[in-house]
């Protein structure tokens, strides 16, 4: 629980209204709460963050919509099953409130629900309070419980502490009480009577919109590009007054690539070609380029019977296009403009053949996904010519898609997957499993007037079985594959898109079909119920719902997440981070609200969060194959070997993972990629080693800043980094460099006169080009690292807080003269000479321990760590007495924590800075130890430590 003590109270108002300088925990201290995607913030976040540790809640909001509960839909559910009651007032103010947000609210048996009607009051409120103890958080401002005040609007809002016996929360608390006595309780007959006013009020909006005056048709606004268009009809332009005669466009599923490629038609083509693979497709696409064309063009679809190529933009679909007697009809250079839609399938003989056939003067290829399983280089097709790249991130922020509200939810085979075979998909019982389904869906809903959705299986044979198990609960549903009829399946697809009639479809049961190619804008529900084994068809499955539709302000996802261990690929996808970096991963699980751009938001349940937390620490993403597929797909696109800043340039695995594994990108190179030819004797290759640990994730500037002056032939190294404003007061960095800190062979100083510059067996071998290019890309590797992570430093110190550092990394940037094994530093160690005490904390403590090393540390709250001493420490032994005297004698506590030591492919600990001595707890052996840190743990990190 949540204590605010009056000391800790006075310094948050003390550090918000009178000093900032004042140190109090964030906890504490009055904050703006704000929507801002430059800071990473929304105020979302901090509405779940109170409601996951709240012990009552009191919302009083002028409007509420089916957007904003359902954002909070998980939350309301937790705190329903806990059993924390919480009154929300609405208003009928305007009758903006949504019935169906208040029939969701009421799925809630925790909370009382009540509505001041226009006739009682033009409530205009938005105030959030939440009881902790006998404390109170209030979040008070301009935010409604709206899906665009909690993620998008500009807002603001001033959330702020208070203990019981406060004036201001008095006051809120009975003004609180006072609506909530003359609000009106919300049952079922009173929304099923406010829906009829609502309705109303929303077909005379509509009526008033179709009773205006047609526009005249000349004066109509034409459609005009997007800005991800128009930024793509630019990138063409130029790659064509290069001279190119192709190009590649990546797009994010409903971005809008056919309305560029109609855009780029009707100014860049006489006679165009556009090849798609289904004809439903083709359809659609055929509508949007008559209403960018406005009759300027002809539009037809192509006939083989008729062979009427007479159409300014003729559409058809690769089956047909591909028939040789269908090509031989069509003379080689009829069309100077062809687009191929879905571009990625271009390694298929159907499309090789049609590729090779025709002489275009301009090729263009769309896709979504360009990164291929089969390693056909999509790239190299086009020239590697990329005219524009807006992957799903991108597309969010430039809101081109529709919000998603993403759901992971722990599935009921979660504890029952075979340890032999974690591949198989393992069945409980049949109703068990549908009920659980069901429940789920049915409380997440769906946004529109009726339920359209889609249900992705592991196989067809599960496909069938749930759309048979679904039917029997009184849901209409159809399973599909790619062995049926296409005609039955653009039925079913109709059925389920159609507002009226007598055979509408709830649901589409399928396993191989949809993940790309298909257009079904209506759907409002995704269901997941295969593992996530890859982002991409991950991000395809998500897509199909990702189409802006009228009604449809969001799409609901549900993820039934099972005991996989490829479940980490779910943050990658979500994320649009190819990196597999394990701490922006964990970051985003516990705050994917705040990273992910717009109104989309994601929640997971508490099992399902740690499972994937579980699948993040037991994967090595430093494995020989996930490097060689981000290796491959990047030298794909780029059309050459990557240097080491294209990694992160072109959004590709980390670099730091392959340098992890591999030691220096020329030993991986050397043994990885056939077309490497270069060769190094072994000292050059130690050299590159260890230049490589040193410098290249940029942990700290005086190493990058030093191999450059080095290089360039410095012969008075610290003069030199003085000059550009690098302190170099301490000794560390020279013992680095000179071998001596490692006891290294590698001597990259020598000294003269004092004065440091290159060795001469360095100087040698910069002599050789390939060699001084490698030592170049690292260091441009290593400060691109540290300007974007590592400048940020902390306390006159070189390490920067939430990052992470191996105990090597922390004797060098605490400047100890020696790096020390590991073993010999234990859970801390005290260097006398540089006054700091580092403290090593492995937080959960893994089996193999030995009892008496079983230390229970925790954190009491996020500034508050009980660490017990080694067992052979009690509070009178040496190494305690330094802690205890540790302010008297000014001797820095550093603290560094991870989870567990089993973190596969890492052996980093996260930096959460200094901390005080409190008190010791007790005599025993080991003796426990309260230290109070400086600085809040960052809360994913606090929520990551303690996850189960």
């Known amino acids: 629980m949540k204590v605010l003590s009056d000391e800790s109270l006075r310094l948050g108002l003390e550090h918000g209204f009178i000093d900032s300088s004042v140190s109090a925990s964030e906890e504490f201290k009055p904050q703006l709460i704000t929507n801002n995607p430059l800071r990473k913030e929304k105020v979302i976040t901090t509405l779940k963050q109170e409601m996951e540790k709240c012990d009552e809640f009191m919302f009083s909001v002028a409007f509420v919509n089916s957007g904003g509960v359902n954002a909070l839909a998980q939350e309301f559910r937790e705190l329903d099953r806990k059993g924390i009651k919480g009154r929300i007032i609405a208003s009928q103010y305007q009758n903006f409130t949504e019935p169906r947000a208040l029939k969701d609210l009421r799925k809630n048996k925790n909370i009382d629900l009540r509505v001041i009607t226009e006739k009682v009051s033009k409530m205009h409120t938005k105030c959030y309070i939440f009881r902790h103890g006998d404390s109170y958080d209030v979040i008070i401002g301009s935010s409604n419980l709206t899906n665009s005040a909690l993620c998008d609007n500009m807002e603001w809002n001033l959330k702020f502490n208070s203990k019981n016996s406060g004036e201001i929360i008095a006051n809120i608390l009975s003004e609180f009480e006072r609506n909530y006595e003359i609000a009106t309780p919300v049952d079922d007959l009173w929304i099923e009577e406010y829906s009829l006013i609502y309705n109303d009020l929303k077909h005379f909006r509509q009526a008033l919109k179709t009773g205006i005056p047609a526009i005249p048709k ?37 971005s809008g690539k056919t309305y560029l490629s109609a855009f780029d038609a009707k100014i860049a083509s006489k006679k165009f070609l556009y090849i798609v693979h289904r004809n439903p497709i083709l359809n659609k696409s055929m509508q949007s380029f008559e209403a960018v064309m406005e009759g300027t063009k002809t539009i037809a679809k192509y006939d083989p019977v008729l062979n009427d190529l007479t159409a300014d933009c003729t559409f058809v679909t690769i089956q047909t296009i591909t028939k040789e007697d269908v090509l031989a009809k069509i003379p080689k250079d009829w069309f100077d403009y062809i687009l191929i839609d879905e571009v990625h399938h271009a390694g298929a003989p159907t499309y090789q053949r049609v590729i090779n056939y025709f002489k275009p003067k301009f090729l263009l290829g769309m896709t979504a996904t360009p990164d291929r399983t089969d390693d056909y280089d999509i790239y190299k097709l086009f020239n590697y010519n990329i005219a524009y790249d807006i992957r799903l991130k991108e597309a969010m922020e430039y809101k081109l898609i529709c919000p998603f509200h993403y759901f992971g939810i722990s599935d009921l085979t979660f504890d029952q997957v075979s340890e032999d075979d974690k591949t198989k998909f393992l069945k409980t019982e049949m109703d068990q499993r549908i009920d659980h389904i069901l429940e789920n869906a049915e409380y997440f809903g769906y946004c529109g007037d009726r ?40 039925t079913c697809i109709e059925r389920l898109e159609a507002d009226e009639g007598t055979n509408l479809l709830d649901y589409i049961f399928t396993a191989d079909l949809f993940n790309e190619g298909v257009d079904i804008p209506a759907i409002n529900q995704v269901i997941m119920l295969r593992p996530t084994e890859s982002p991409i068809i991950f991000i395809q499955q998500l897509g199909r719902g990702l189409r802006h539709h009228p009604g449809k302000e969001y799409v609901v996802i549900l993820d039934f997440i099972g005991n996989y261990e490829k479940n980490y690929n779910i943050p990658l996808a979500l994320s649009d981070d190819r990196s597999y970096n394990k701490s922006e991963a964990r970051r985003f699980i516990a705050a994917g609200d705040s990273i992910i751009p717009g109104n989309s938001t994601i929640s997971f349940d508490e099992i399902s969060r740690n499972k994937i937390y579980e699948s993040i620490d037991n994967s090595d993403f430093t494995e020989a194959k996930i490097i060689m597929d981000g290796y491959k797909s990047l030298k794909m696109r780029l059309g050459r070997i990557p240097e080491l800043t294209d990694f992160k340039k072109y959004g590709s695995i980390d670099a730091l993972n392959l340098l992890s594994k591999y030691k220096s990108y020329h030993n991986f190179l050397k043994t990885k990629d056939n077309q490497y030819s270069i060769s190094f004797d072994s000292d050059k290759e130690e050299y590159l080693d260890f230049i490589t640990k040193i410098a290249a994730a940029g942990k700290r500037r005086l190493e990058v800043e030093a191999l450059e002056l080095l290089m360039n032939g410095t012969i008075d190294l610290e003069s030199d980094l003085r000059s550009i404003g690098v302190e170099t007061s301490n000794k560390n960095l020279i013992q680095v460099l000179d071998g001596s800190f490692y006891t290294s062979n590698v001597v990259l100083v020598e000294s003269c006169e004092g004065k440091y510059h290159a060795s001469n067996k360095f100087r040698m071998m910069m002599n050789d080009a390939a060699f001084s290019e490698h030592v170049i890309q690292i260091i441009e590797l290593g400060r691109s690292n540290w300007t974007e992570l590592y400048s940020n430093t902390y306390e006159g110190t070189d390490l920067v807080l939430n990052m992470r550092y191996t105990y090597e990394d922390v004797c060098r940037f605490l400047n100890w003269p020696k790096n020390l094994n590991a073993q010999n530093m234990g859970g801390y160690f005290y260097h006398k000479e540089t006054k700091t005490f580092p403290v090593f904390i492995n937080y959960v403590k893994g089996e193999d321990v030995v009892e008496s090393q079983k230390y229970e540390d925790r954190f009491e709250n996020r500034n508050t760590l ?59 052996k080991p003796v426990q130890i309260e230290y109070k840190l400086k600085n809040d743990v960052r809360q994913d990190l606090y929520d990551y430590f303690n996850s189960e």
């Open 218 to 254: 000349a004066d109509q606004k034409r459609i005009q590009p997007n800005r991800m268009q128009a930024e793509a009809l630019k990138g063409l332009e130029e790659i064509r007054a290069k001279g190119e005669d192709r190009a590649l466009v990546i797009s994010a599923t409903g």
């Open 866 to 924: 009980i660490a017990l001493s080694k067992s052979n420490d009690n509070r009178n032994s040496a190494r305690m007495k330094v802690v205890e005297n540790s302010m008297a004698n000014e001797v820095g506590i550093h603290l560094f924590v991870r989870k567990n030591k089993n973190d596969k492919g890492s052996k980093e600990f996260y930096y959460l800075g200094k901390m005080m001595f409190v008190q010791f707890i007790d005599n025993n």
């Open 451 to 490: 339920l359209k959705g889609l249900v992705f299986c592991r196989d067809l044979k599960e496909a069938e079985d749930y759309s048979r198990e679904f039917n029997r609960h009184g849901y209409k549903t159809e399973w599909v594959s790619g062995m049926m009829d296409k005609n039955l399946v653009e």
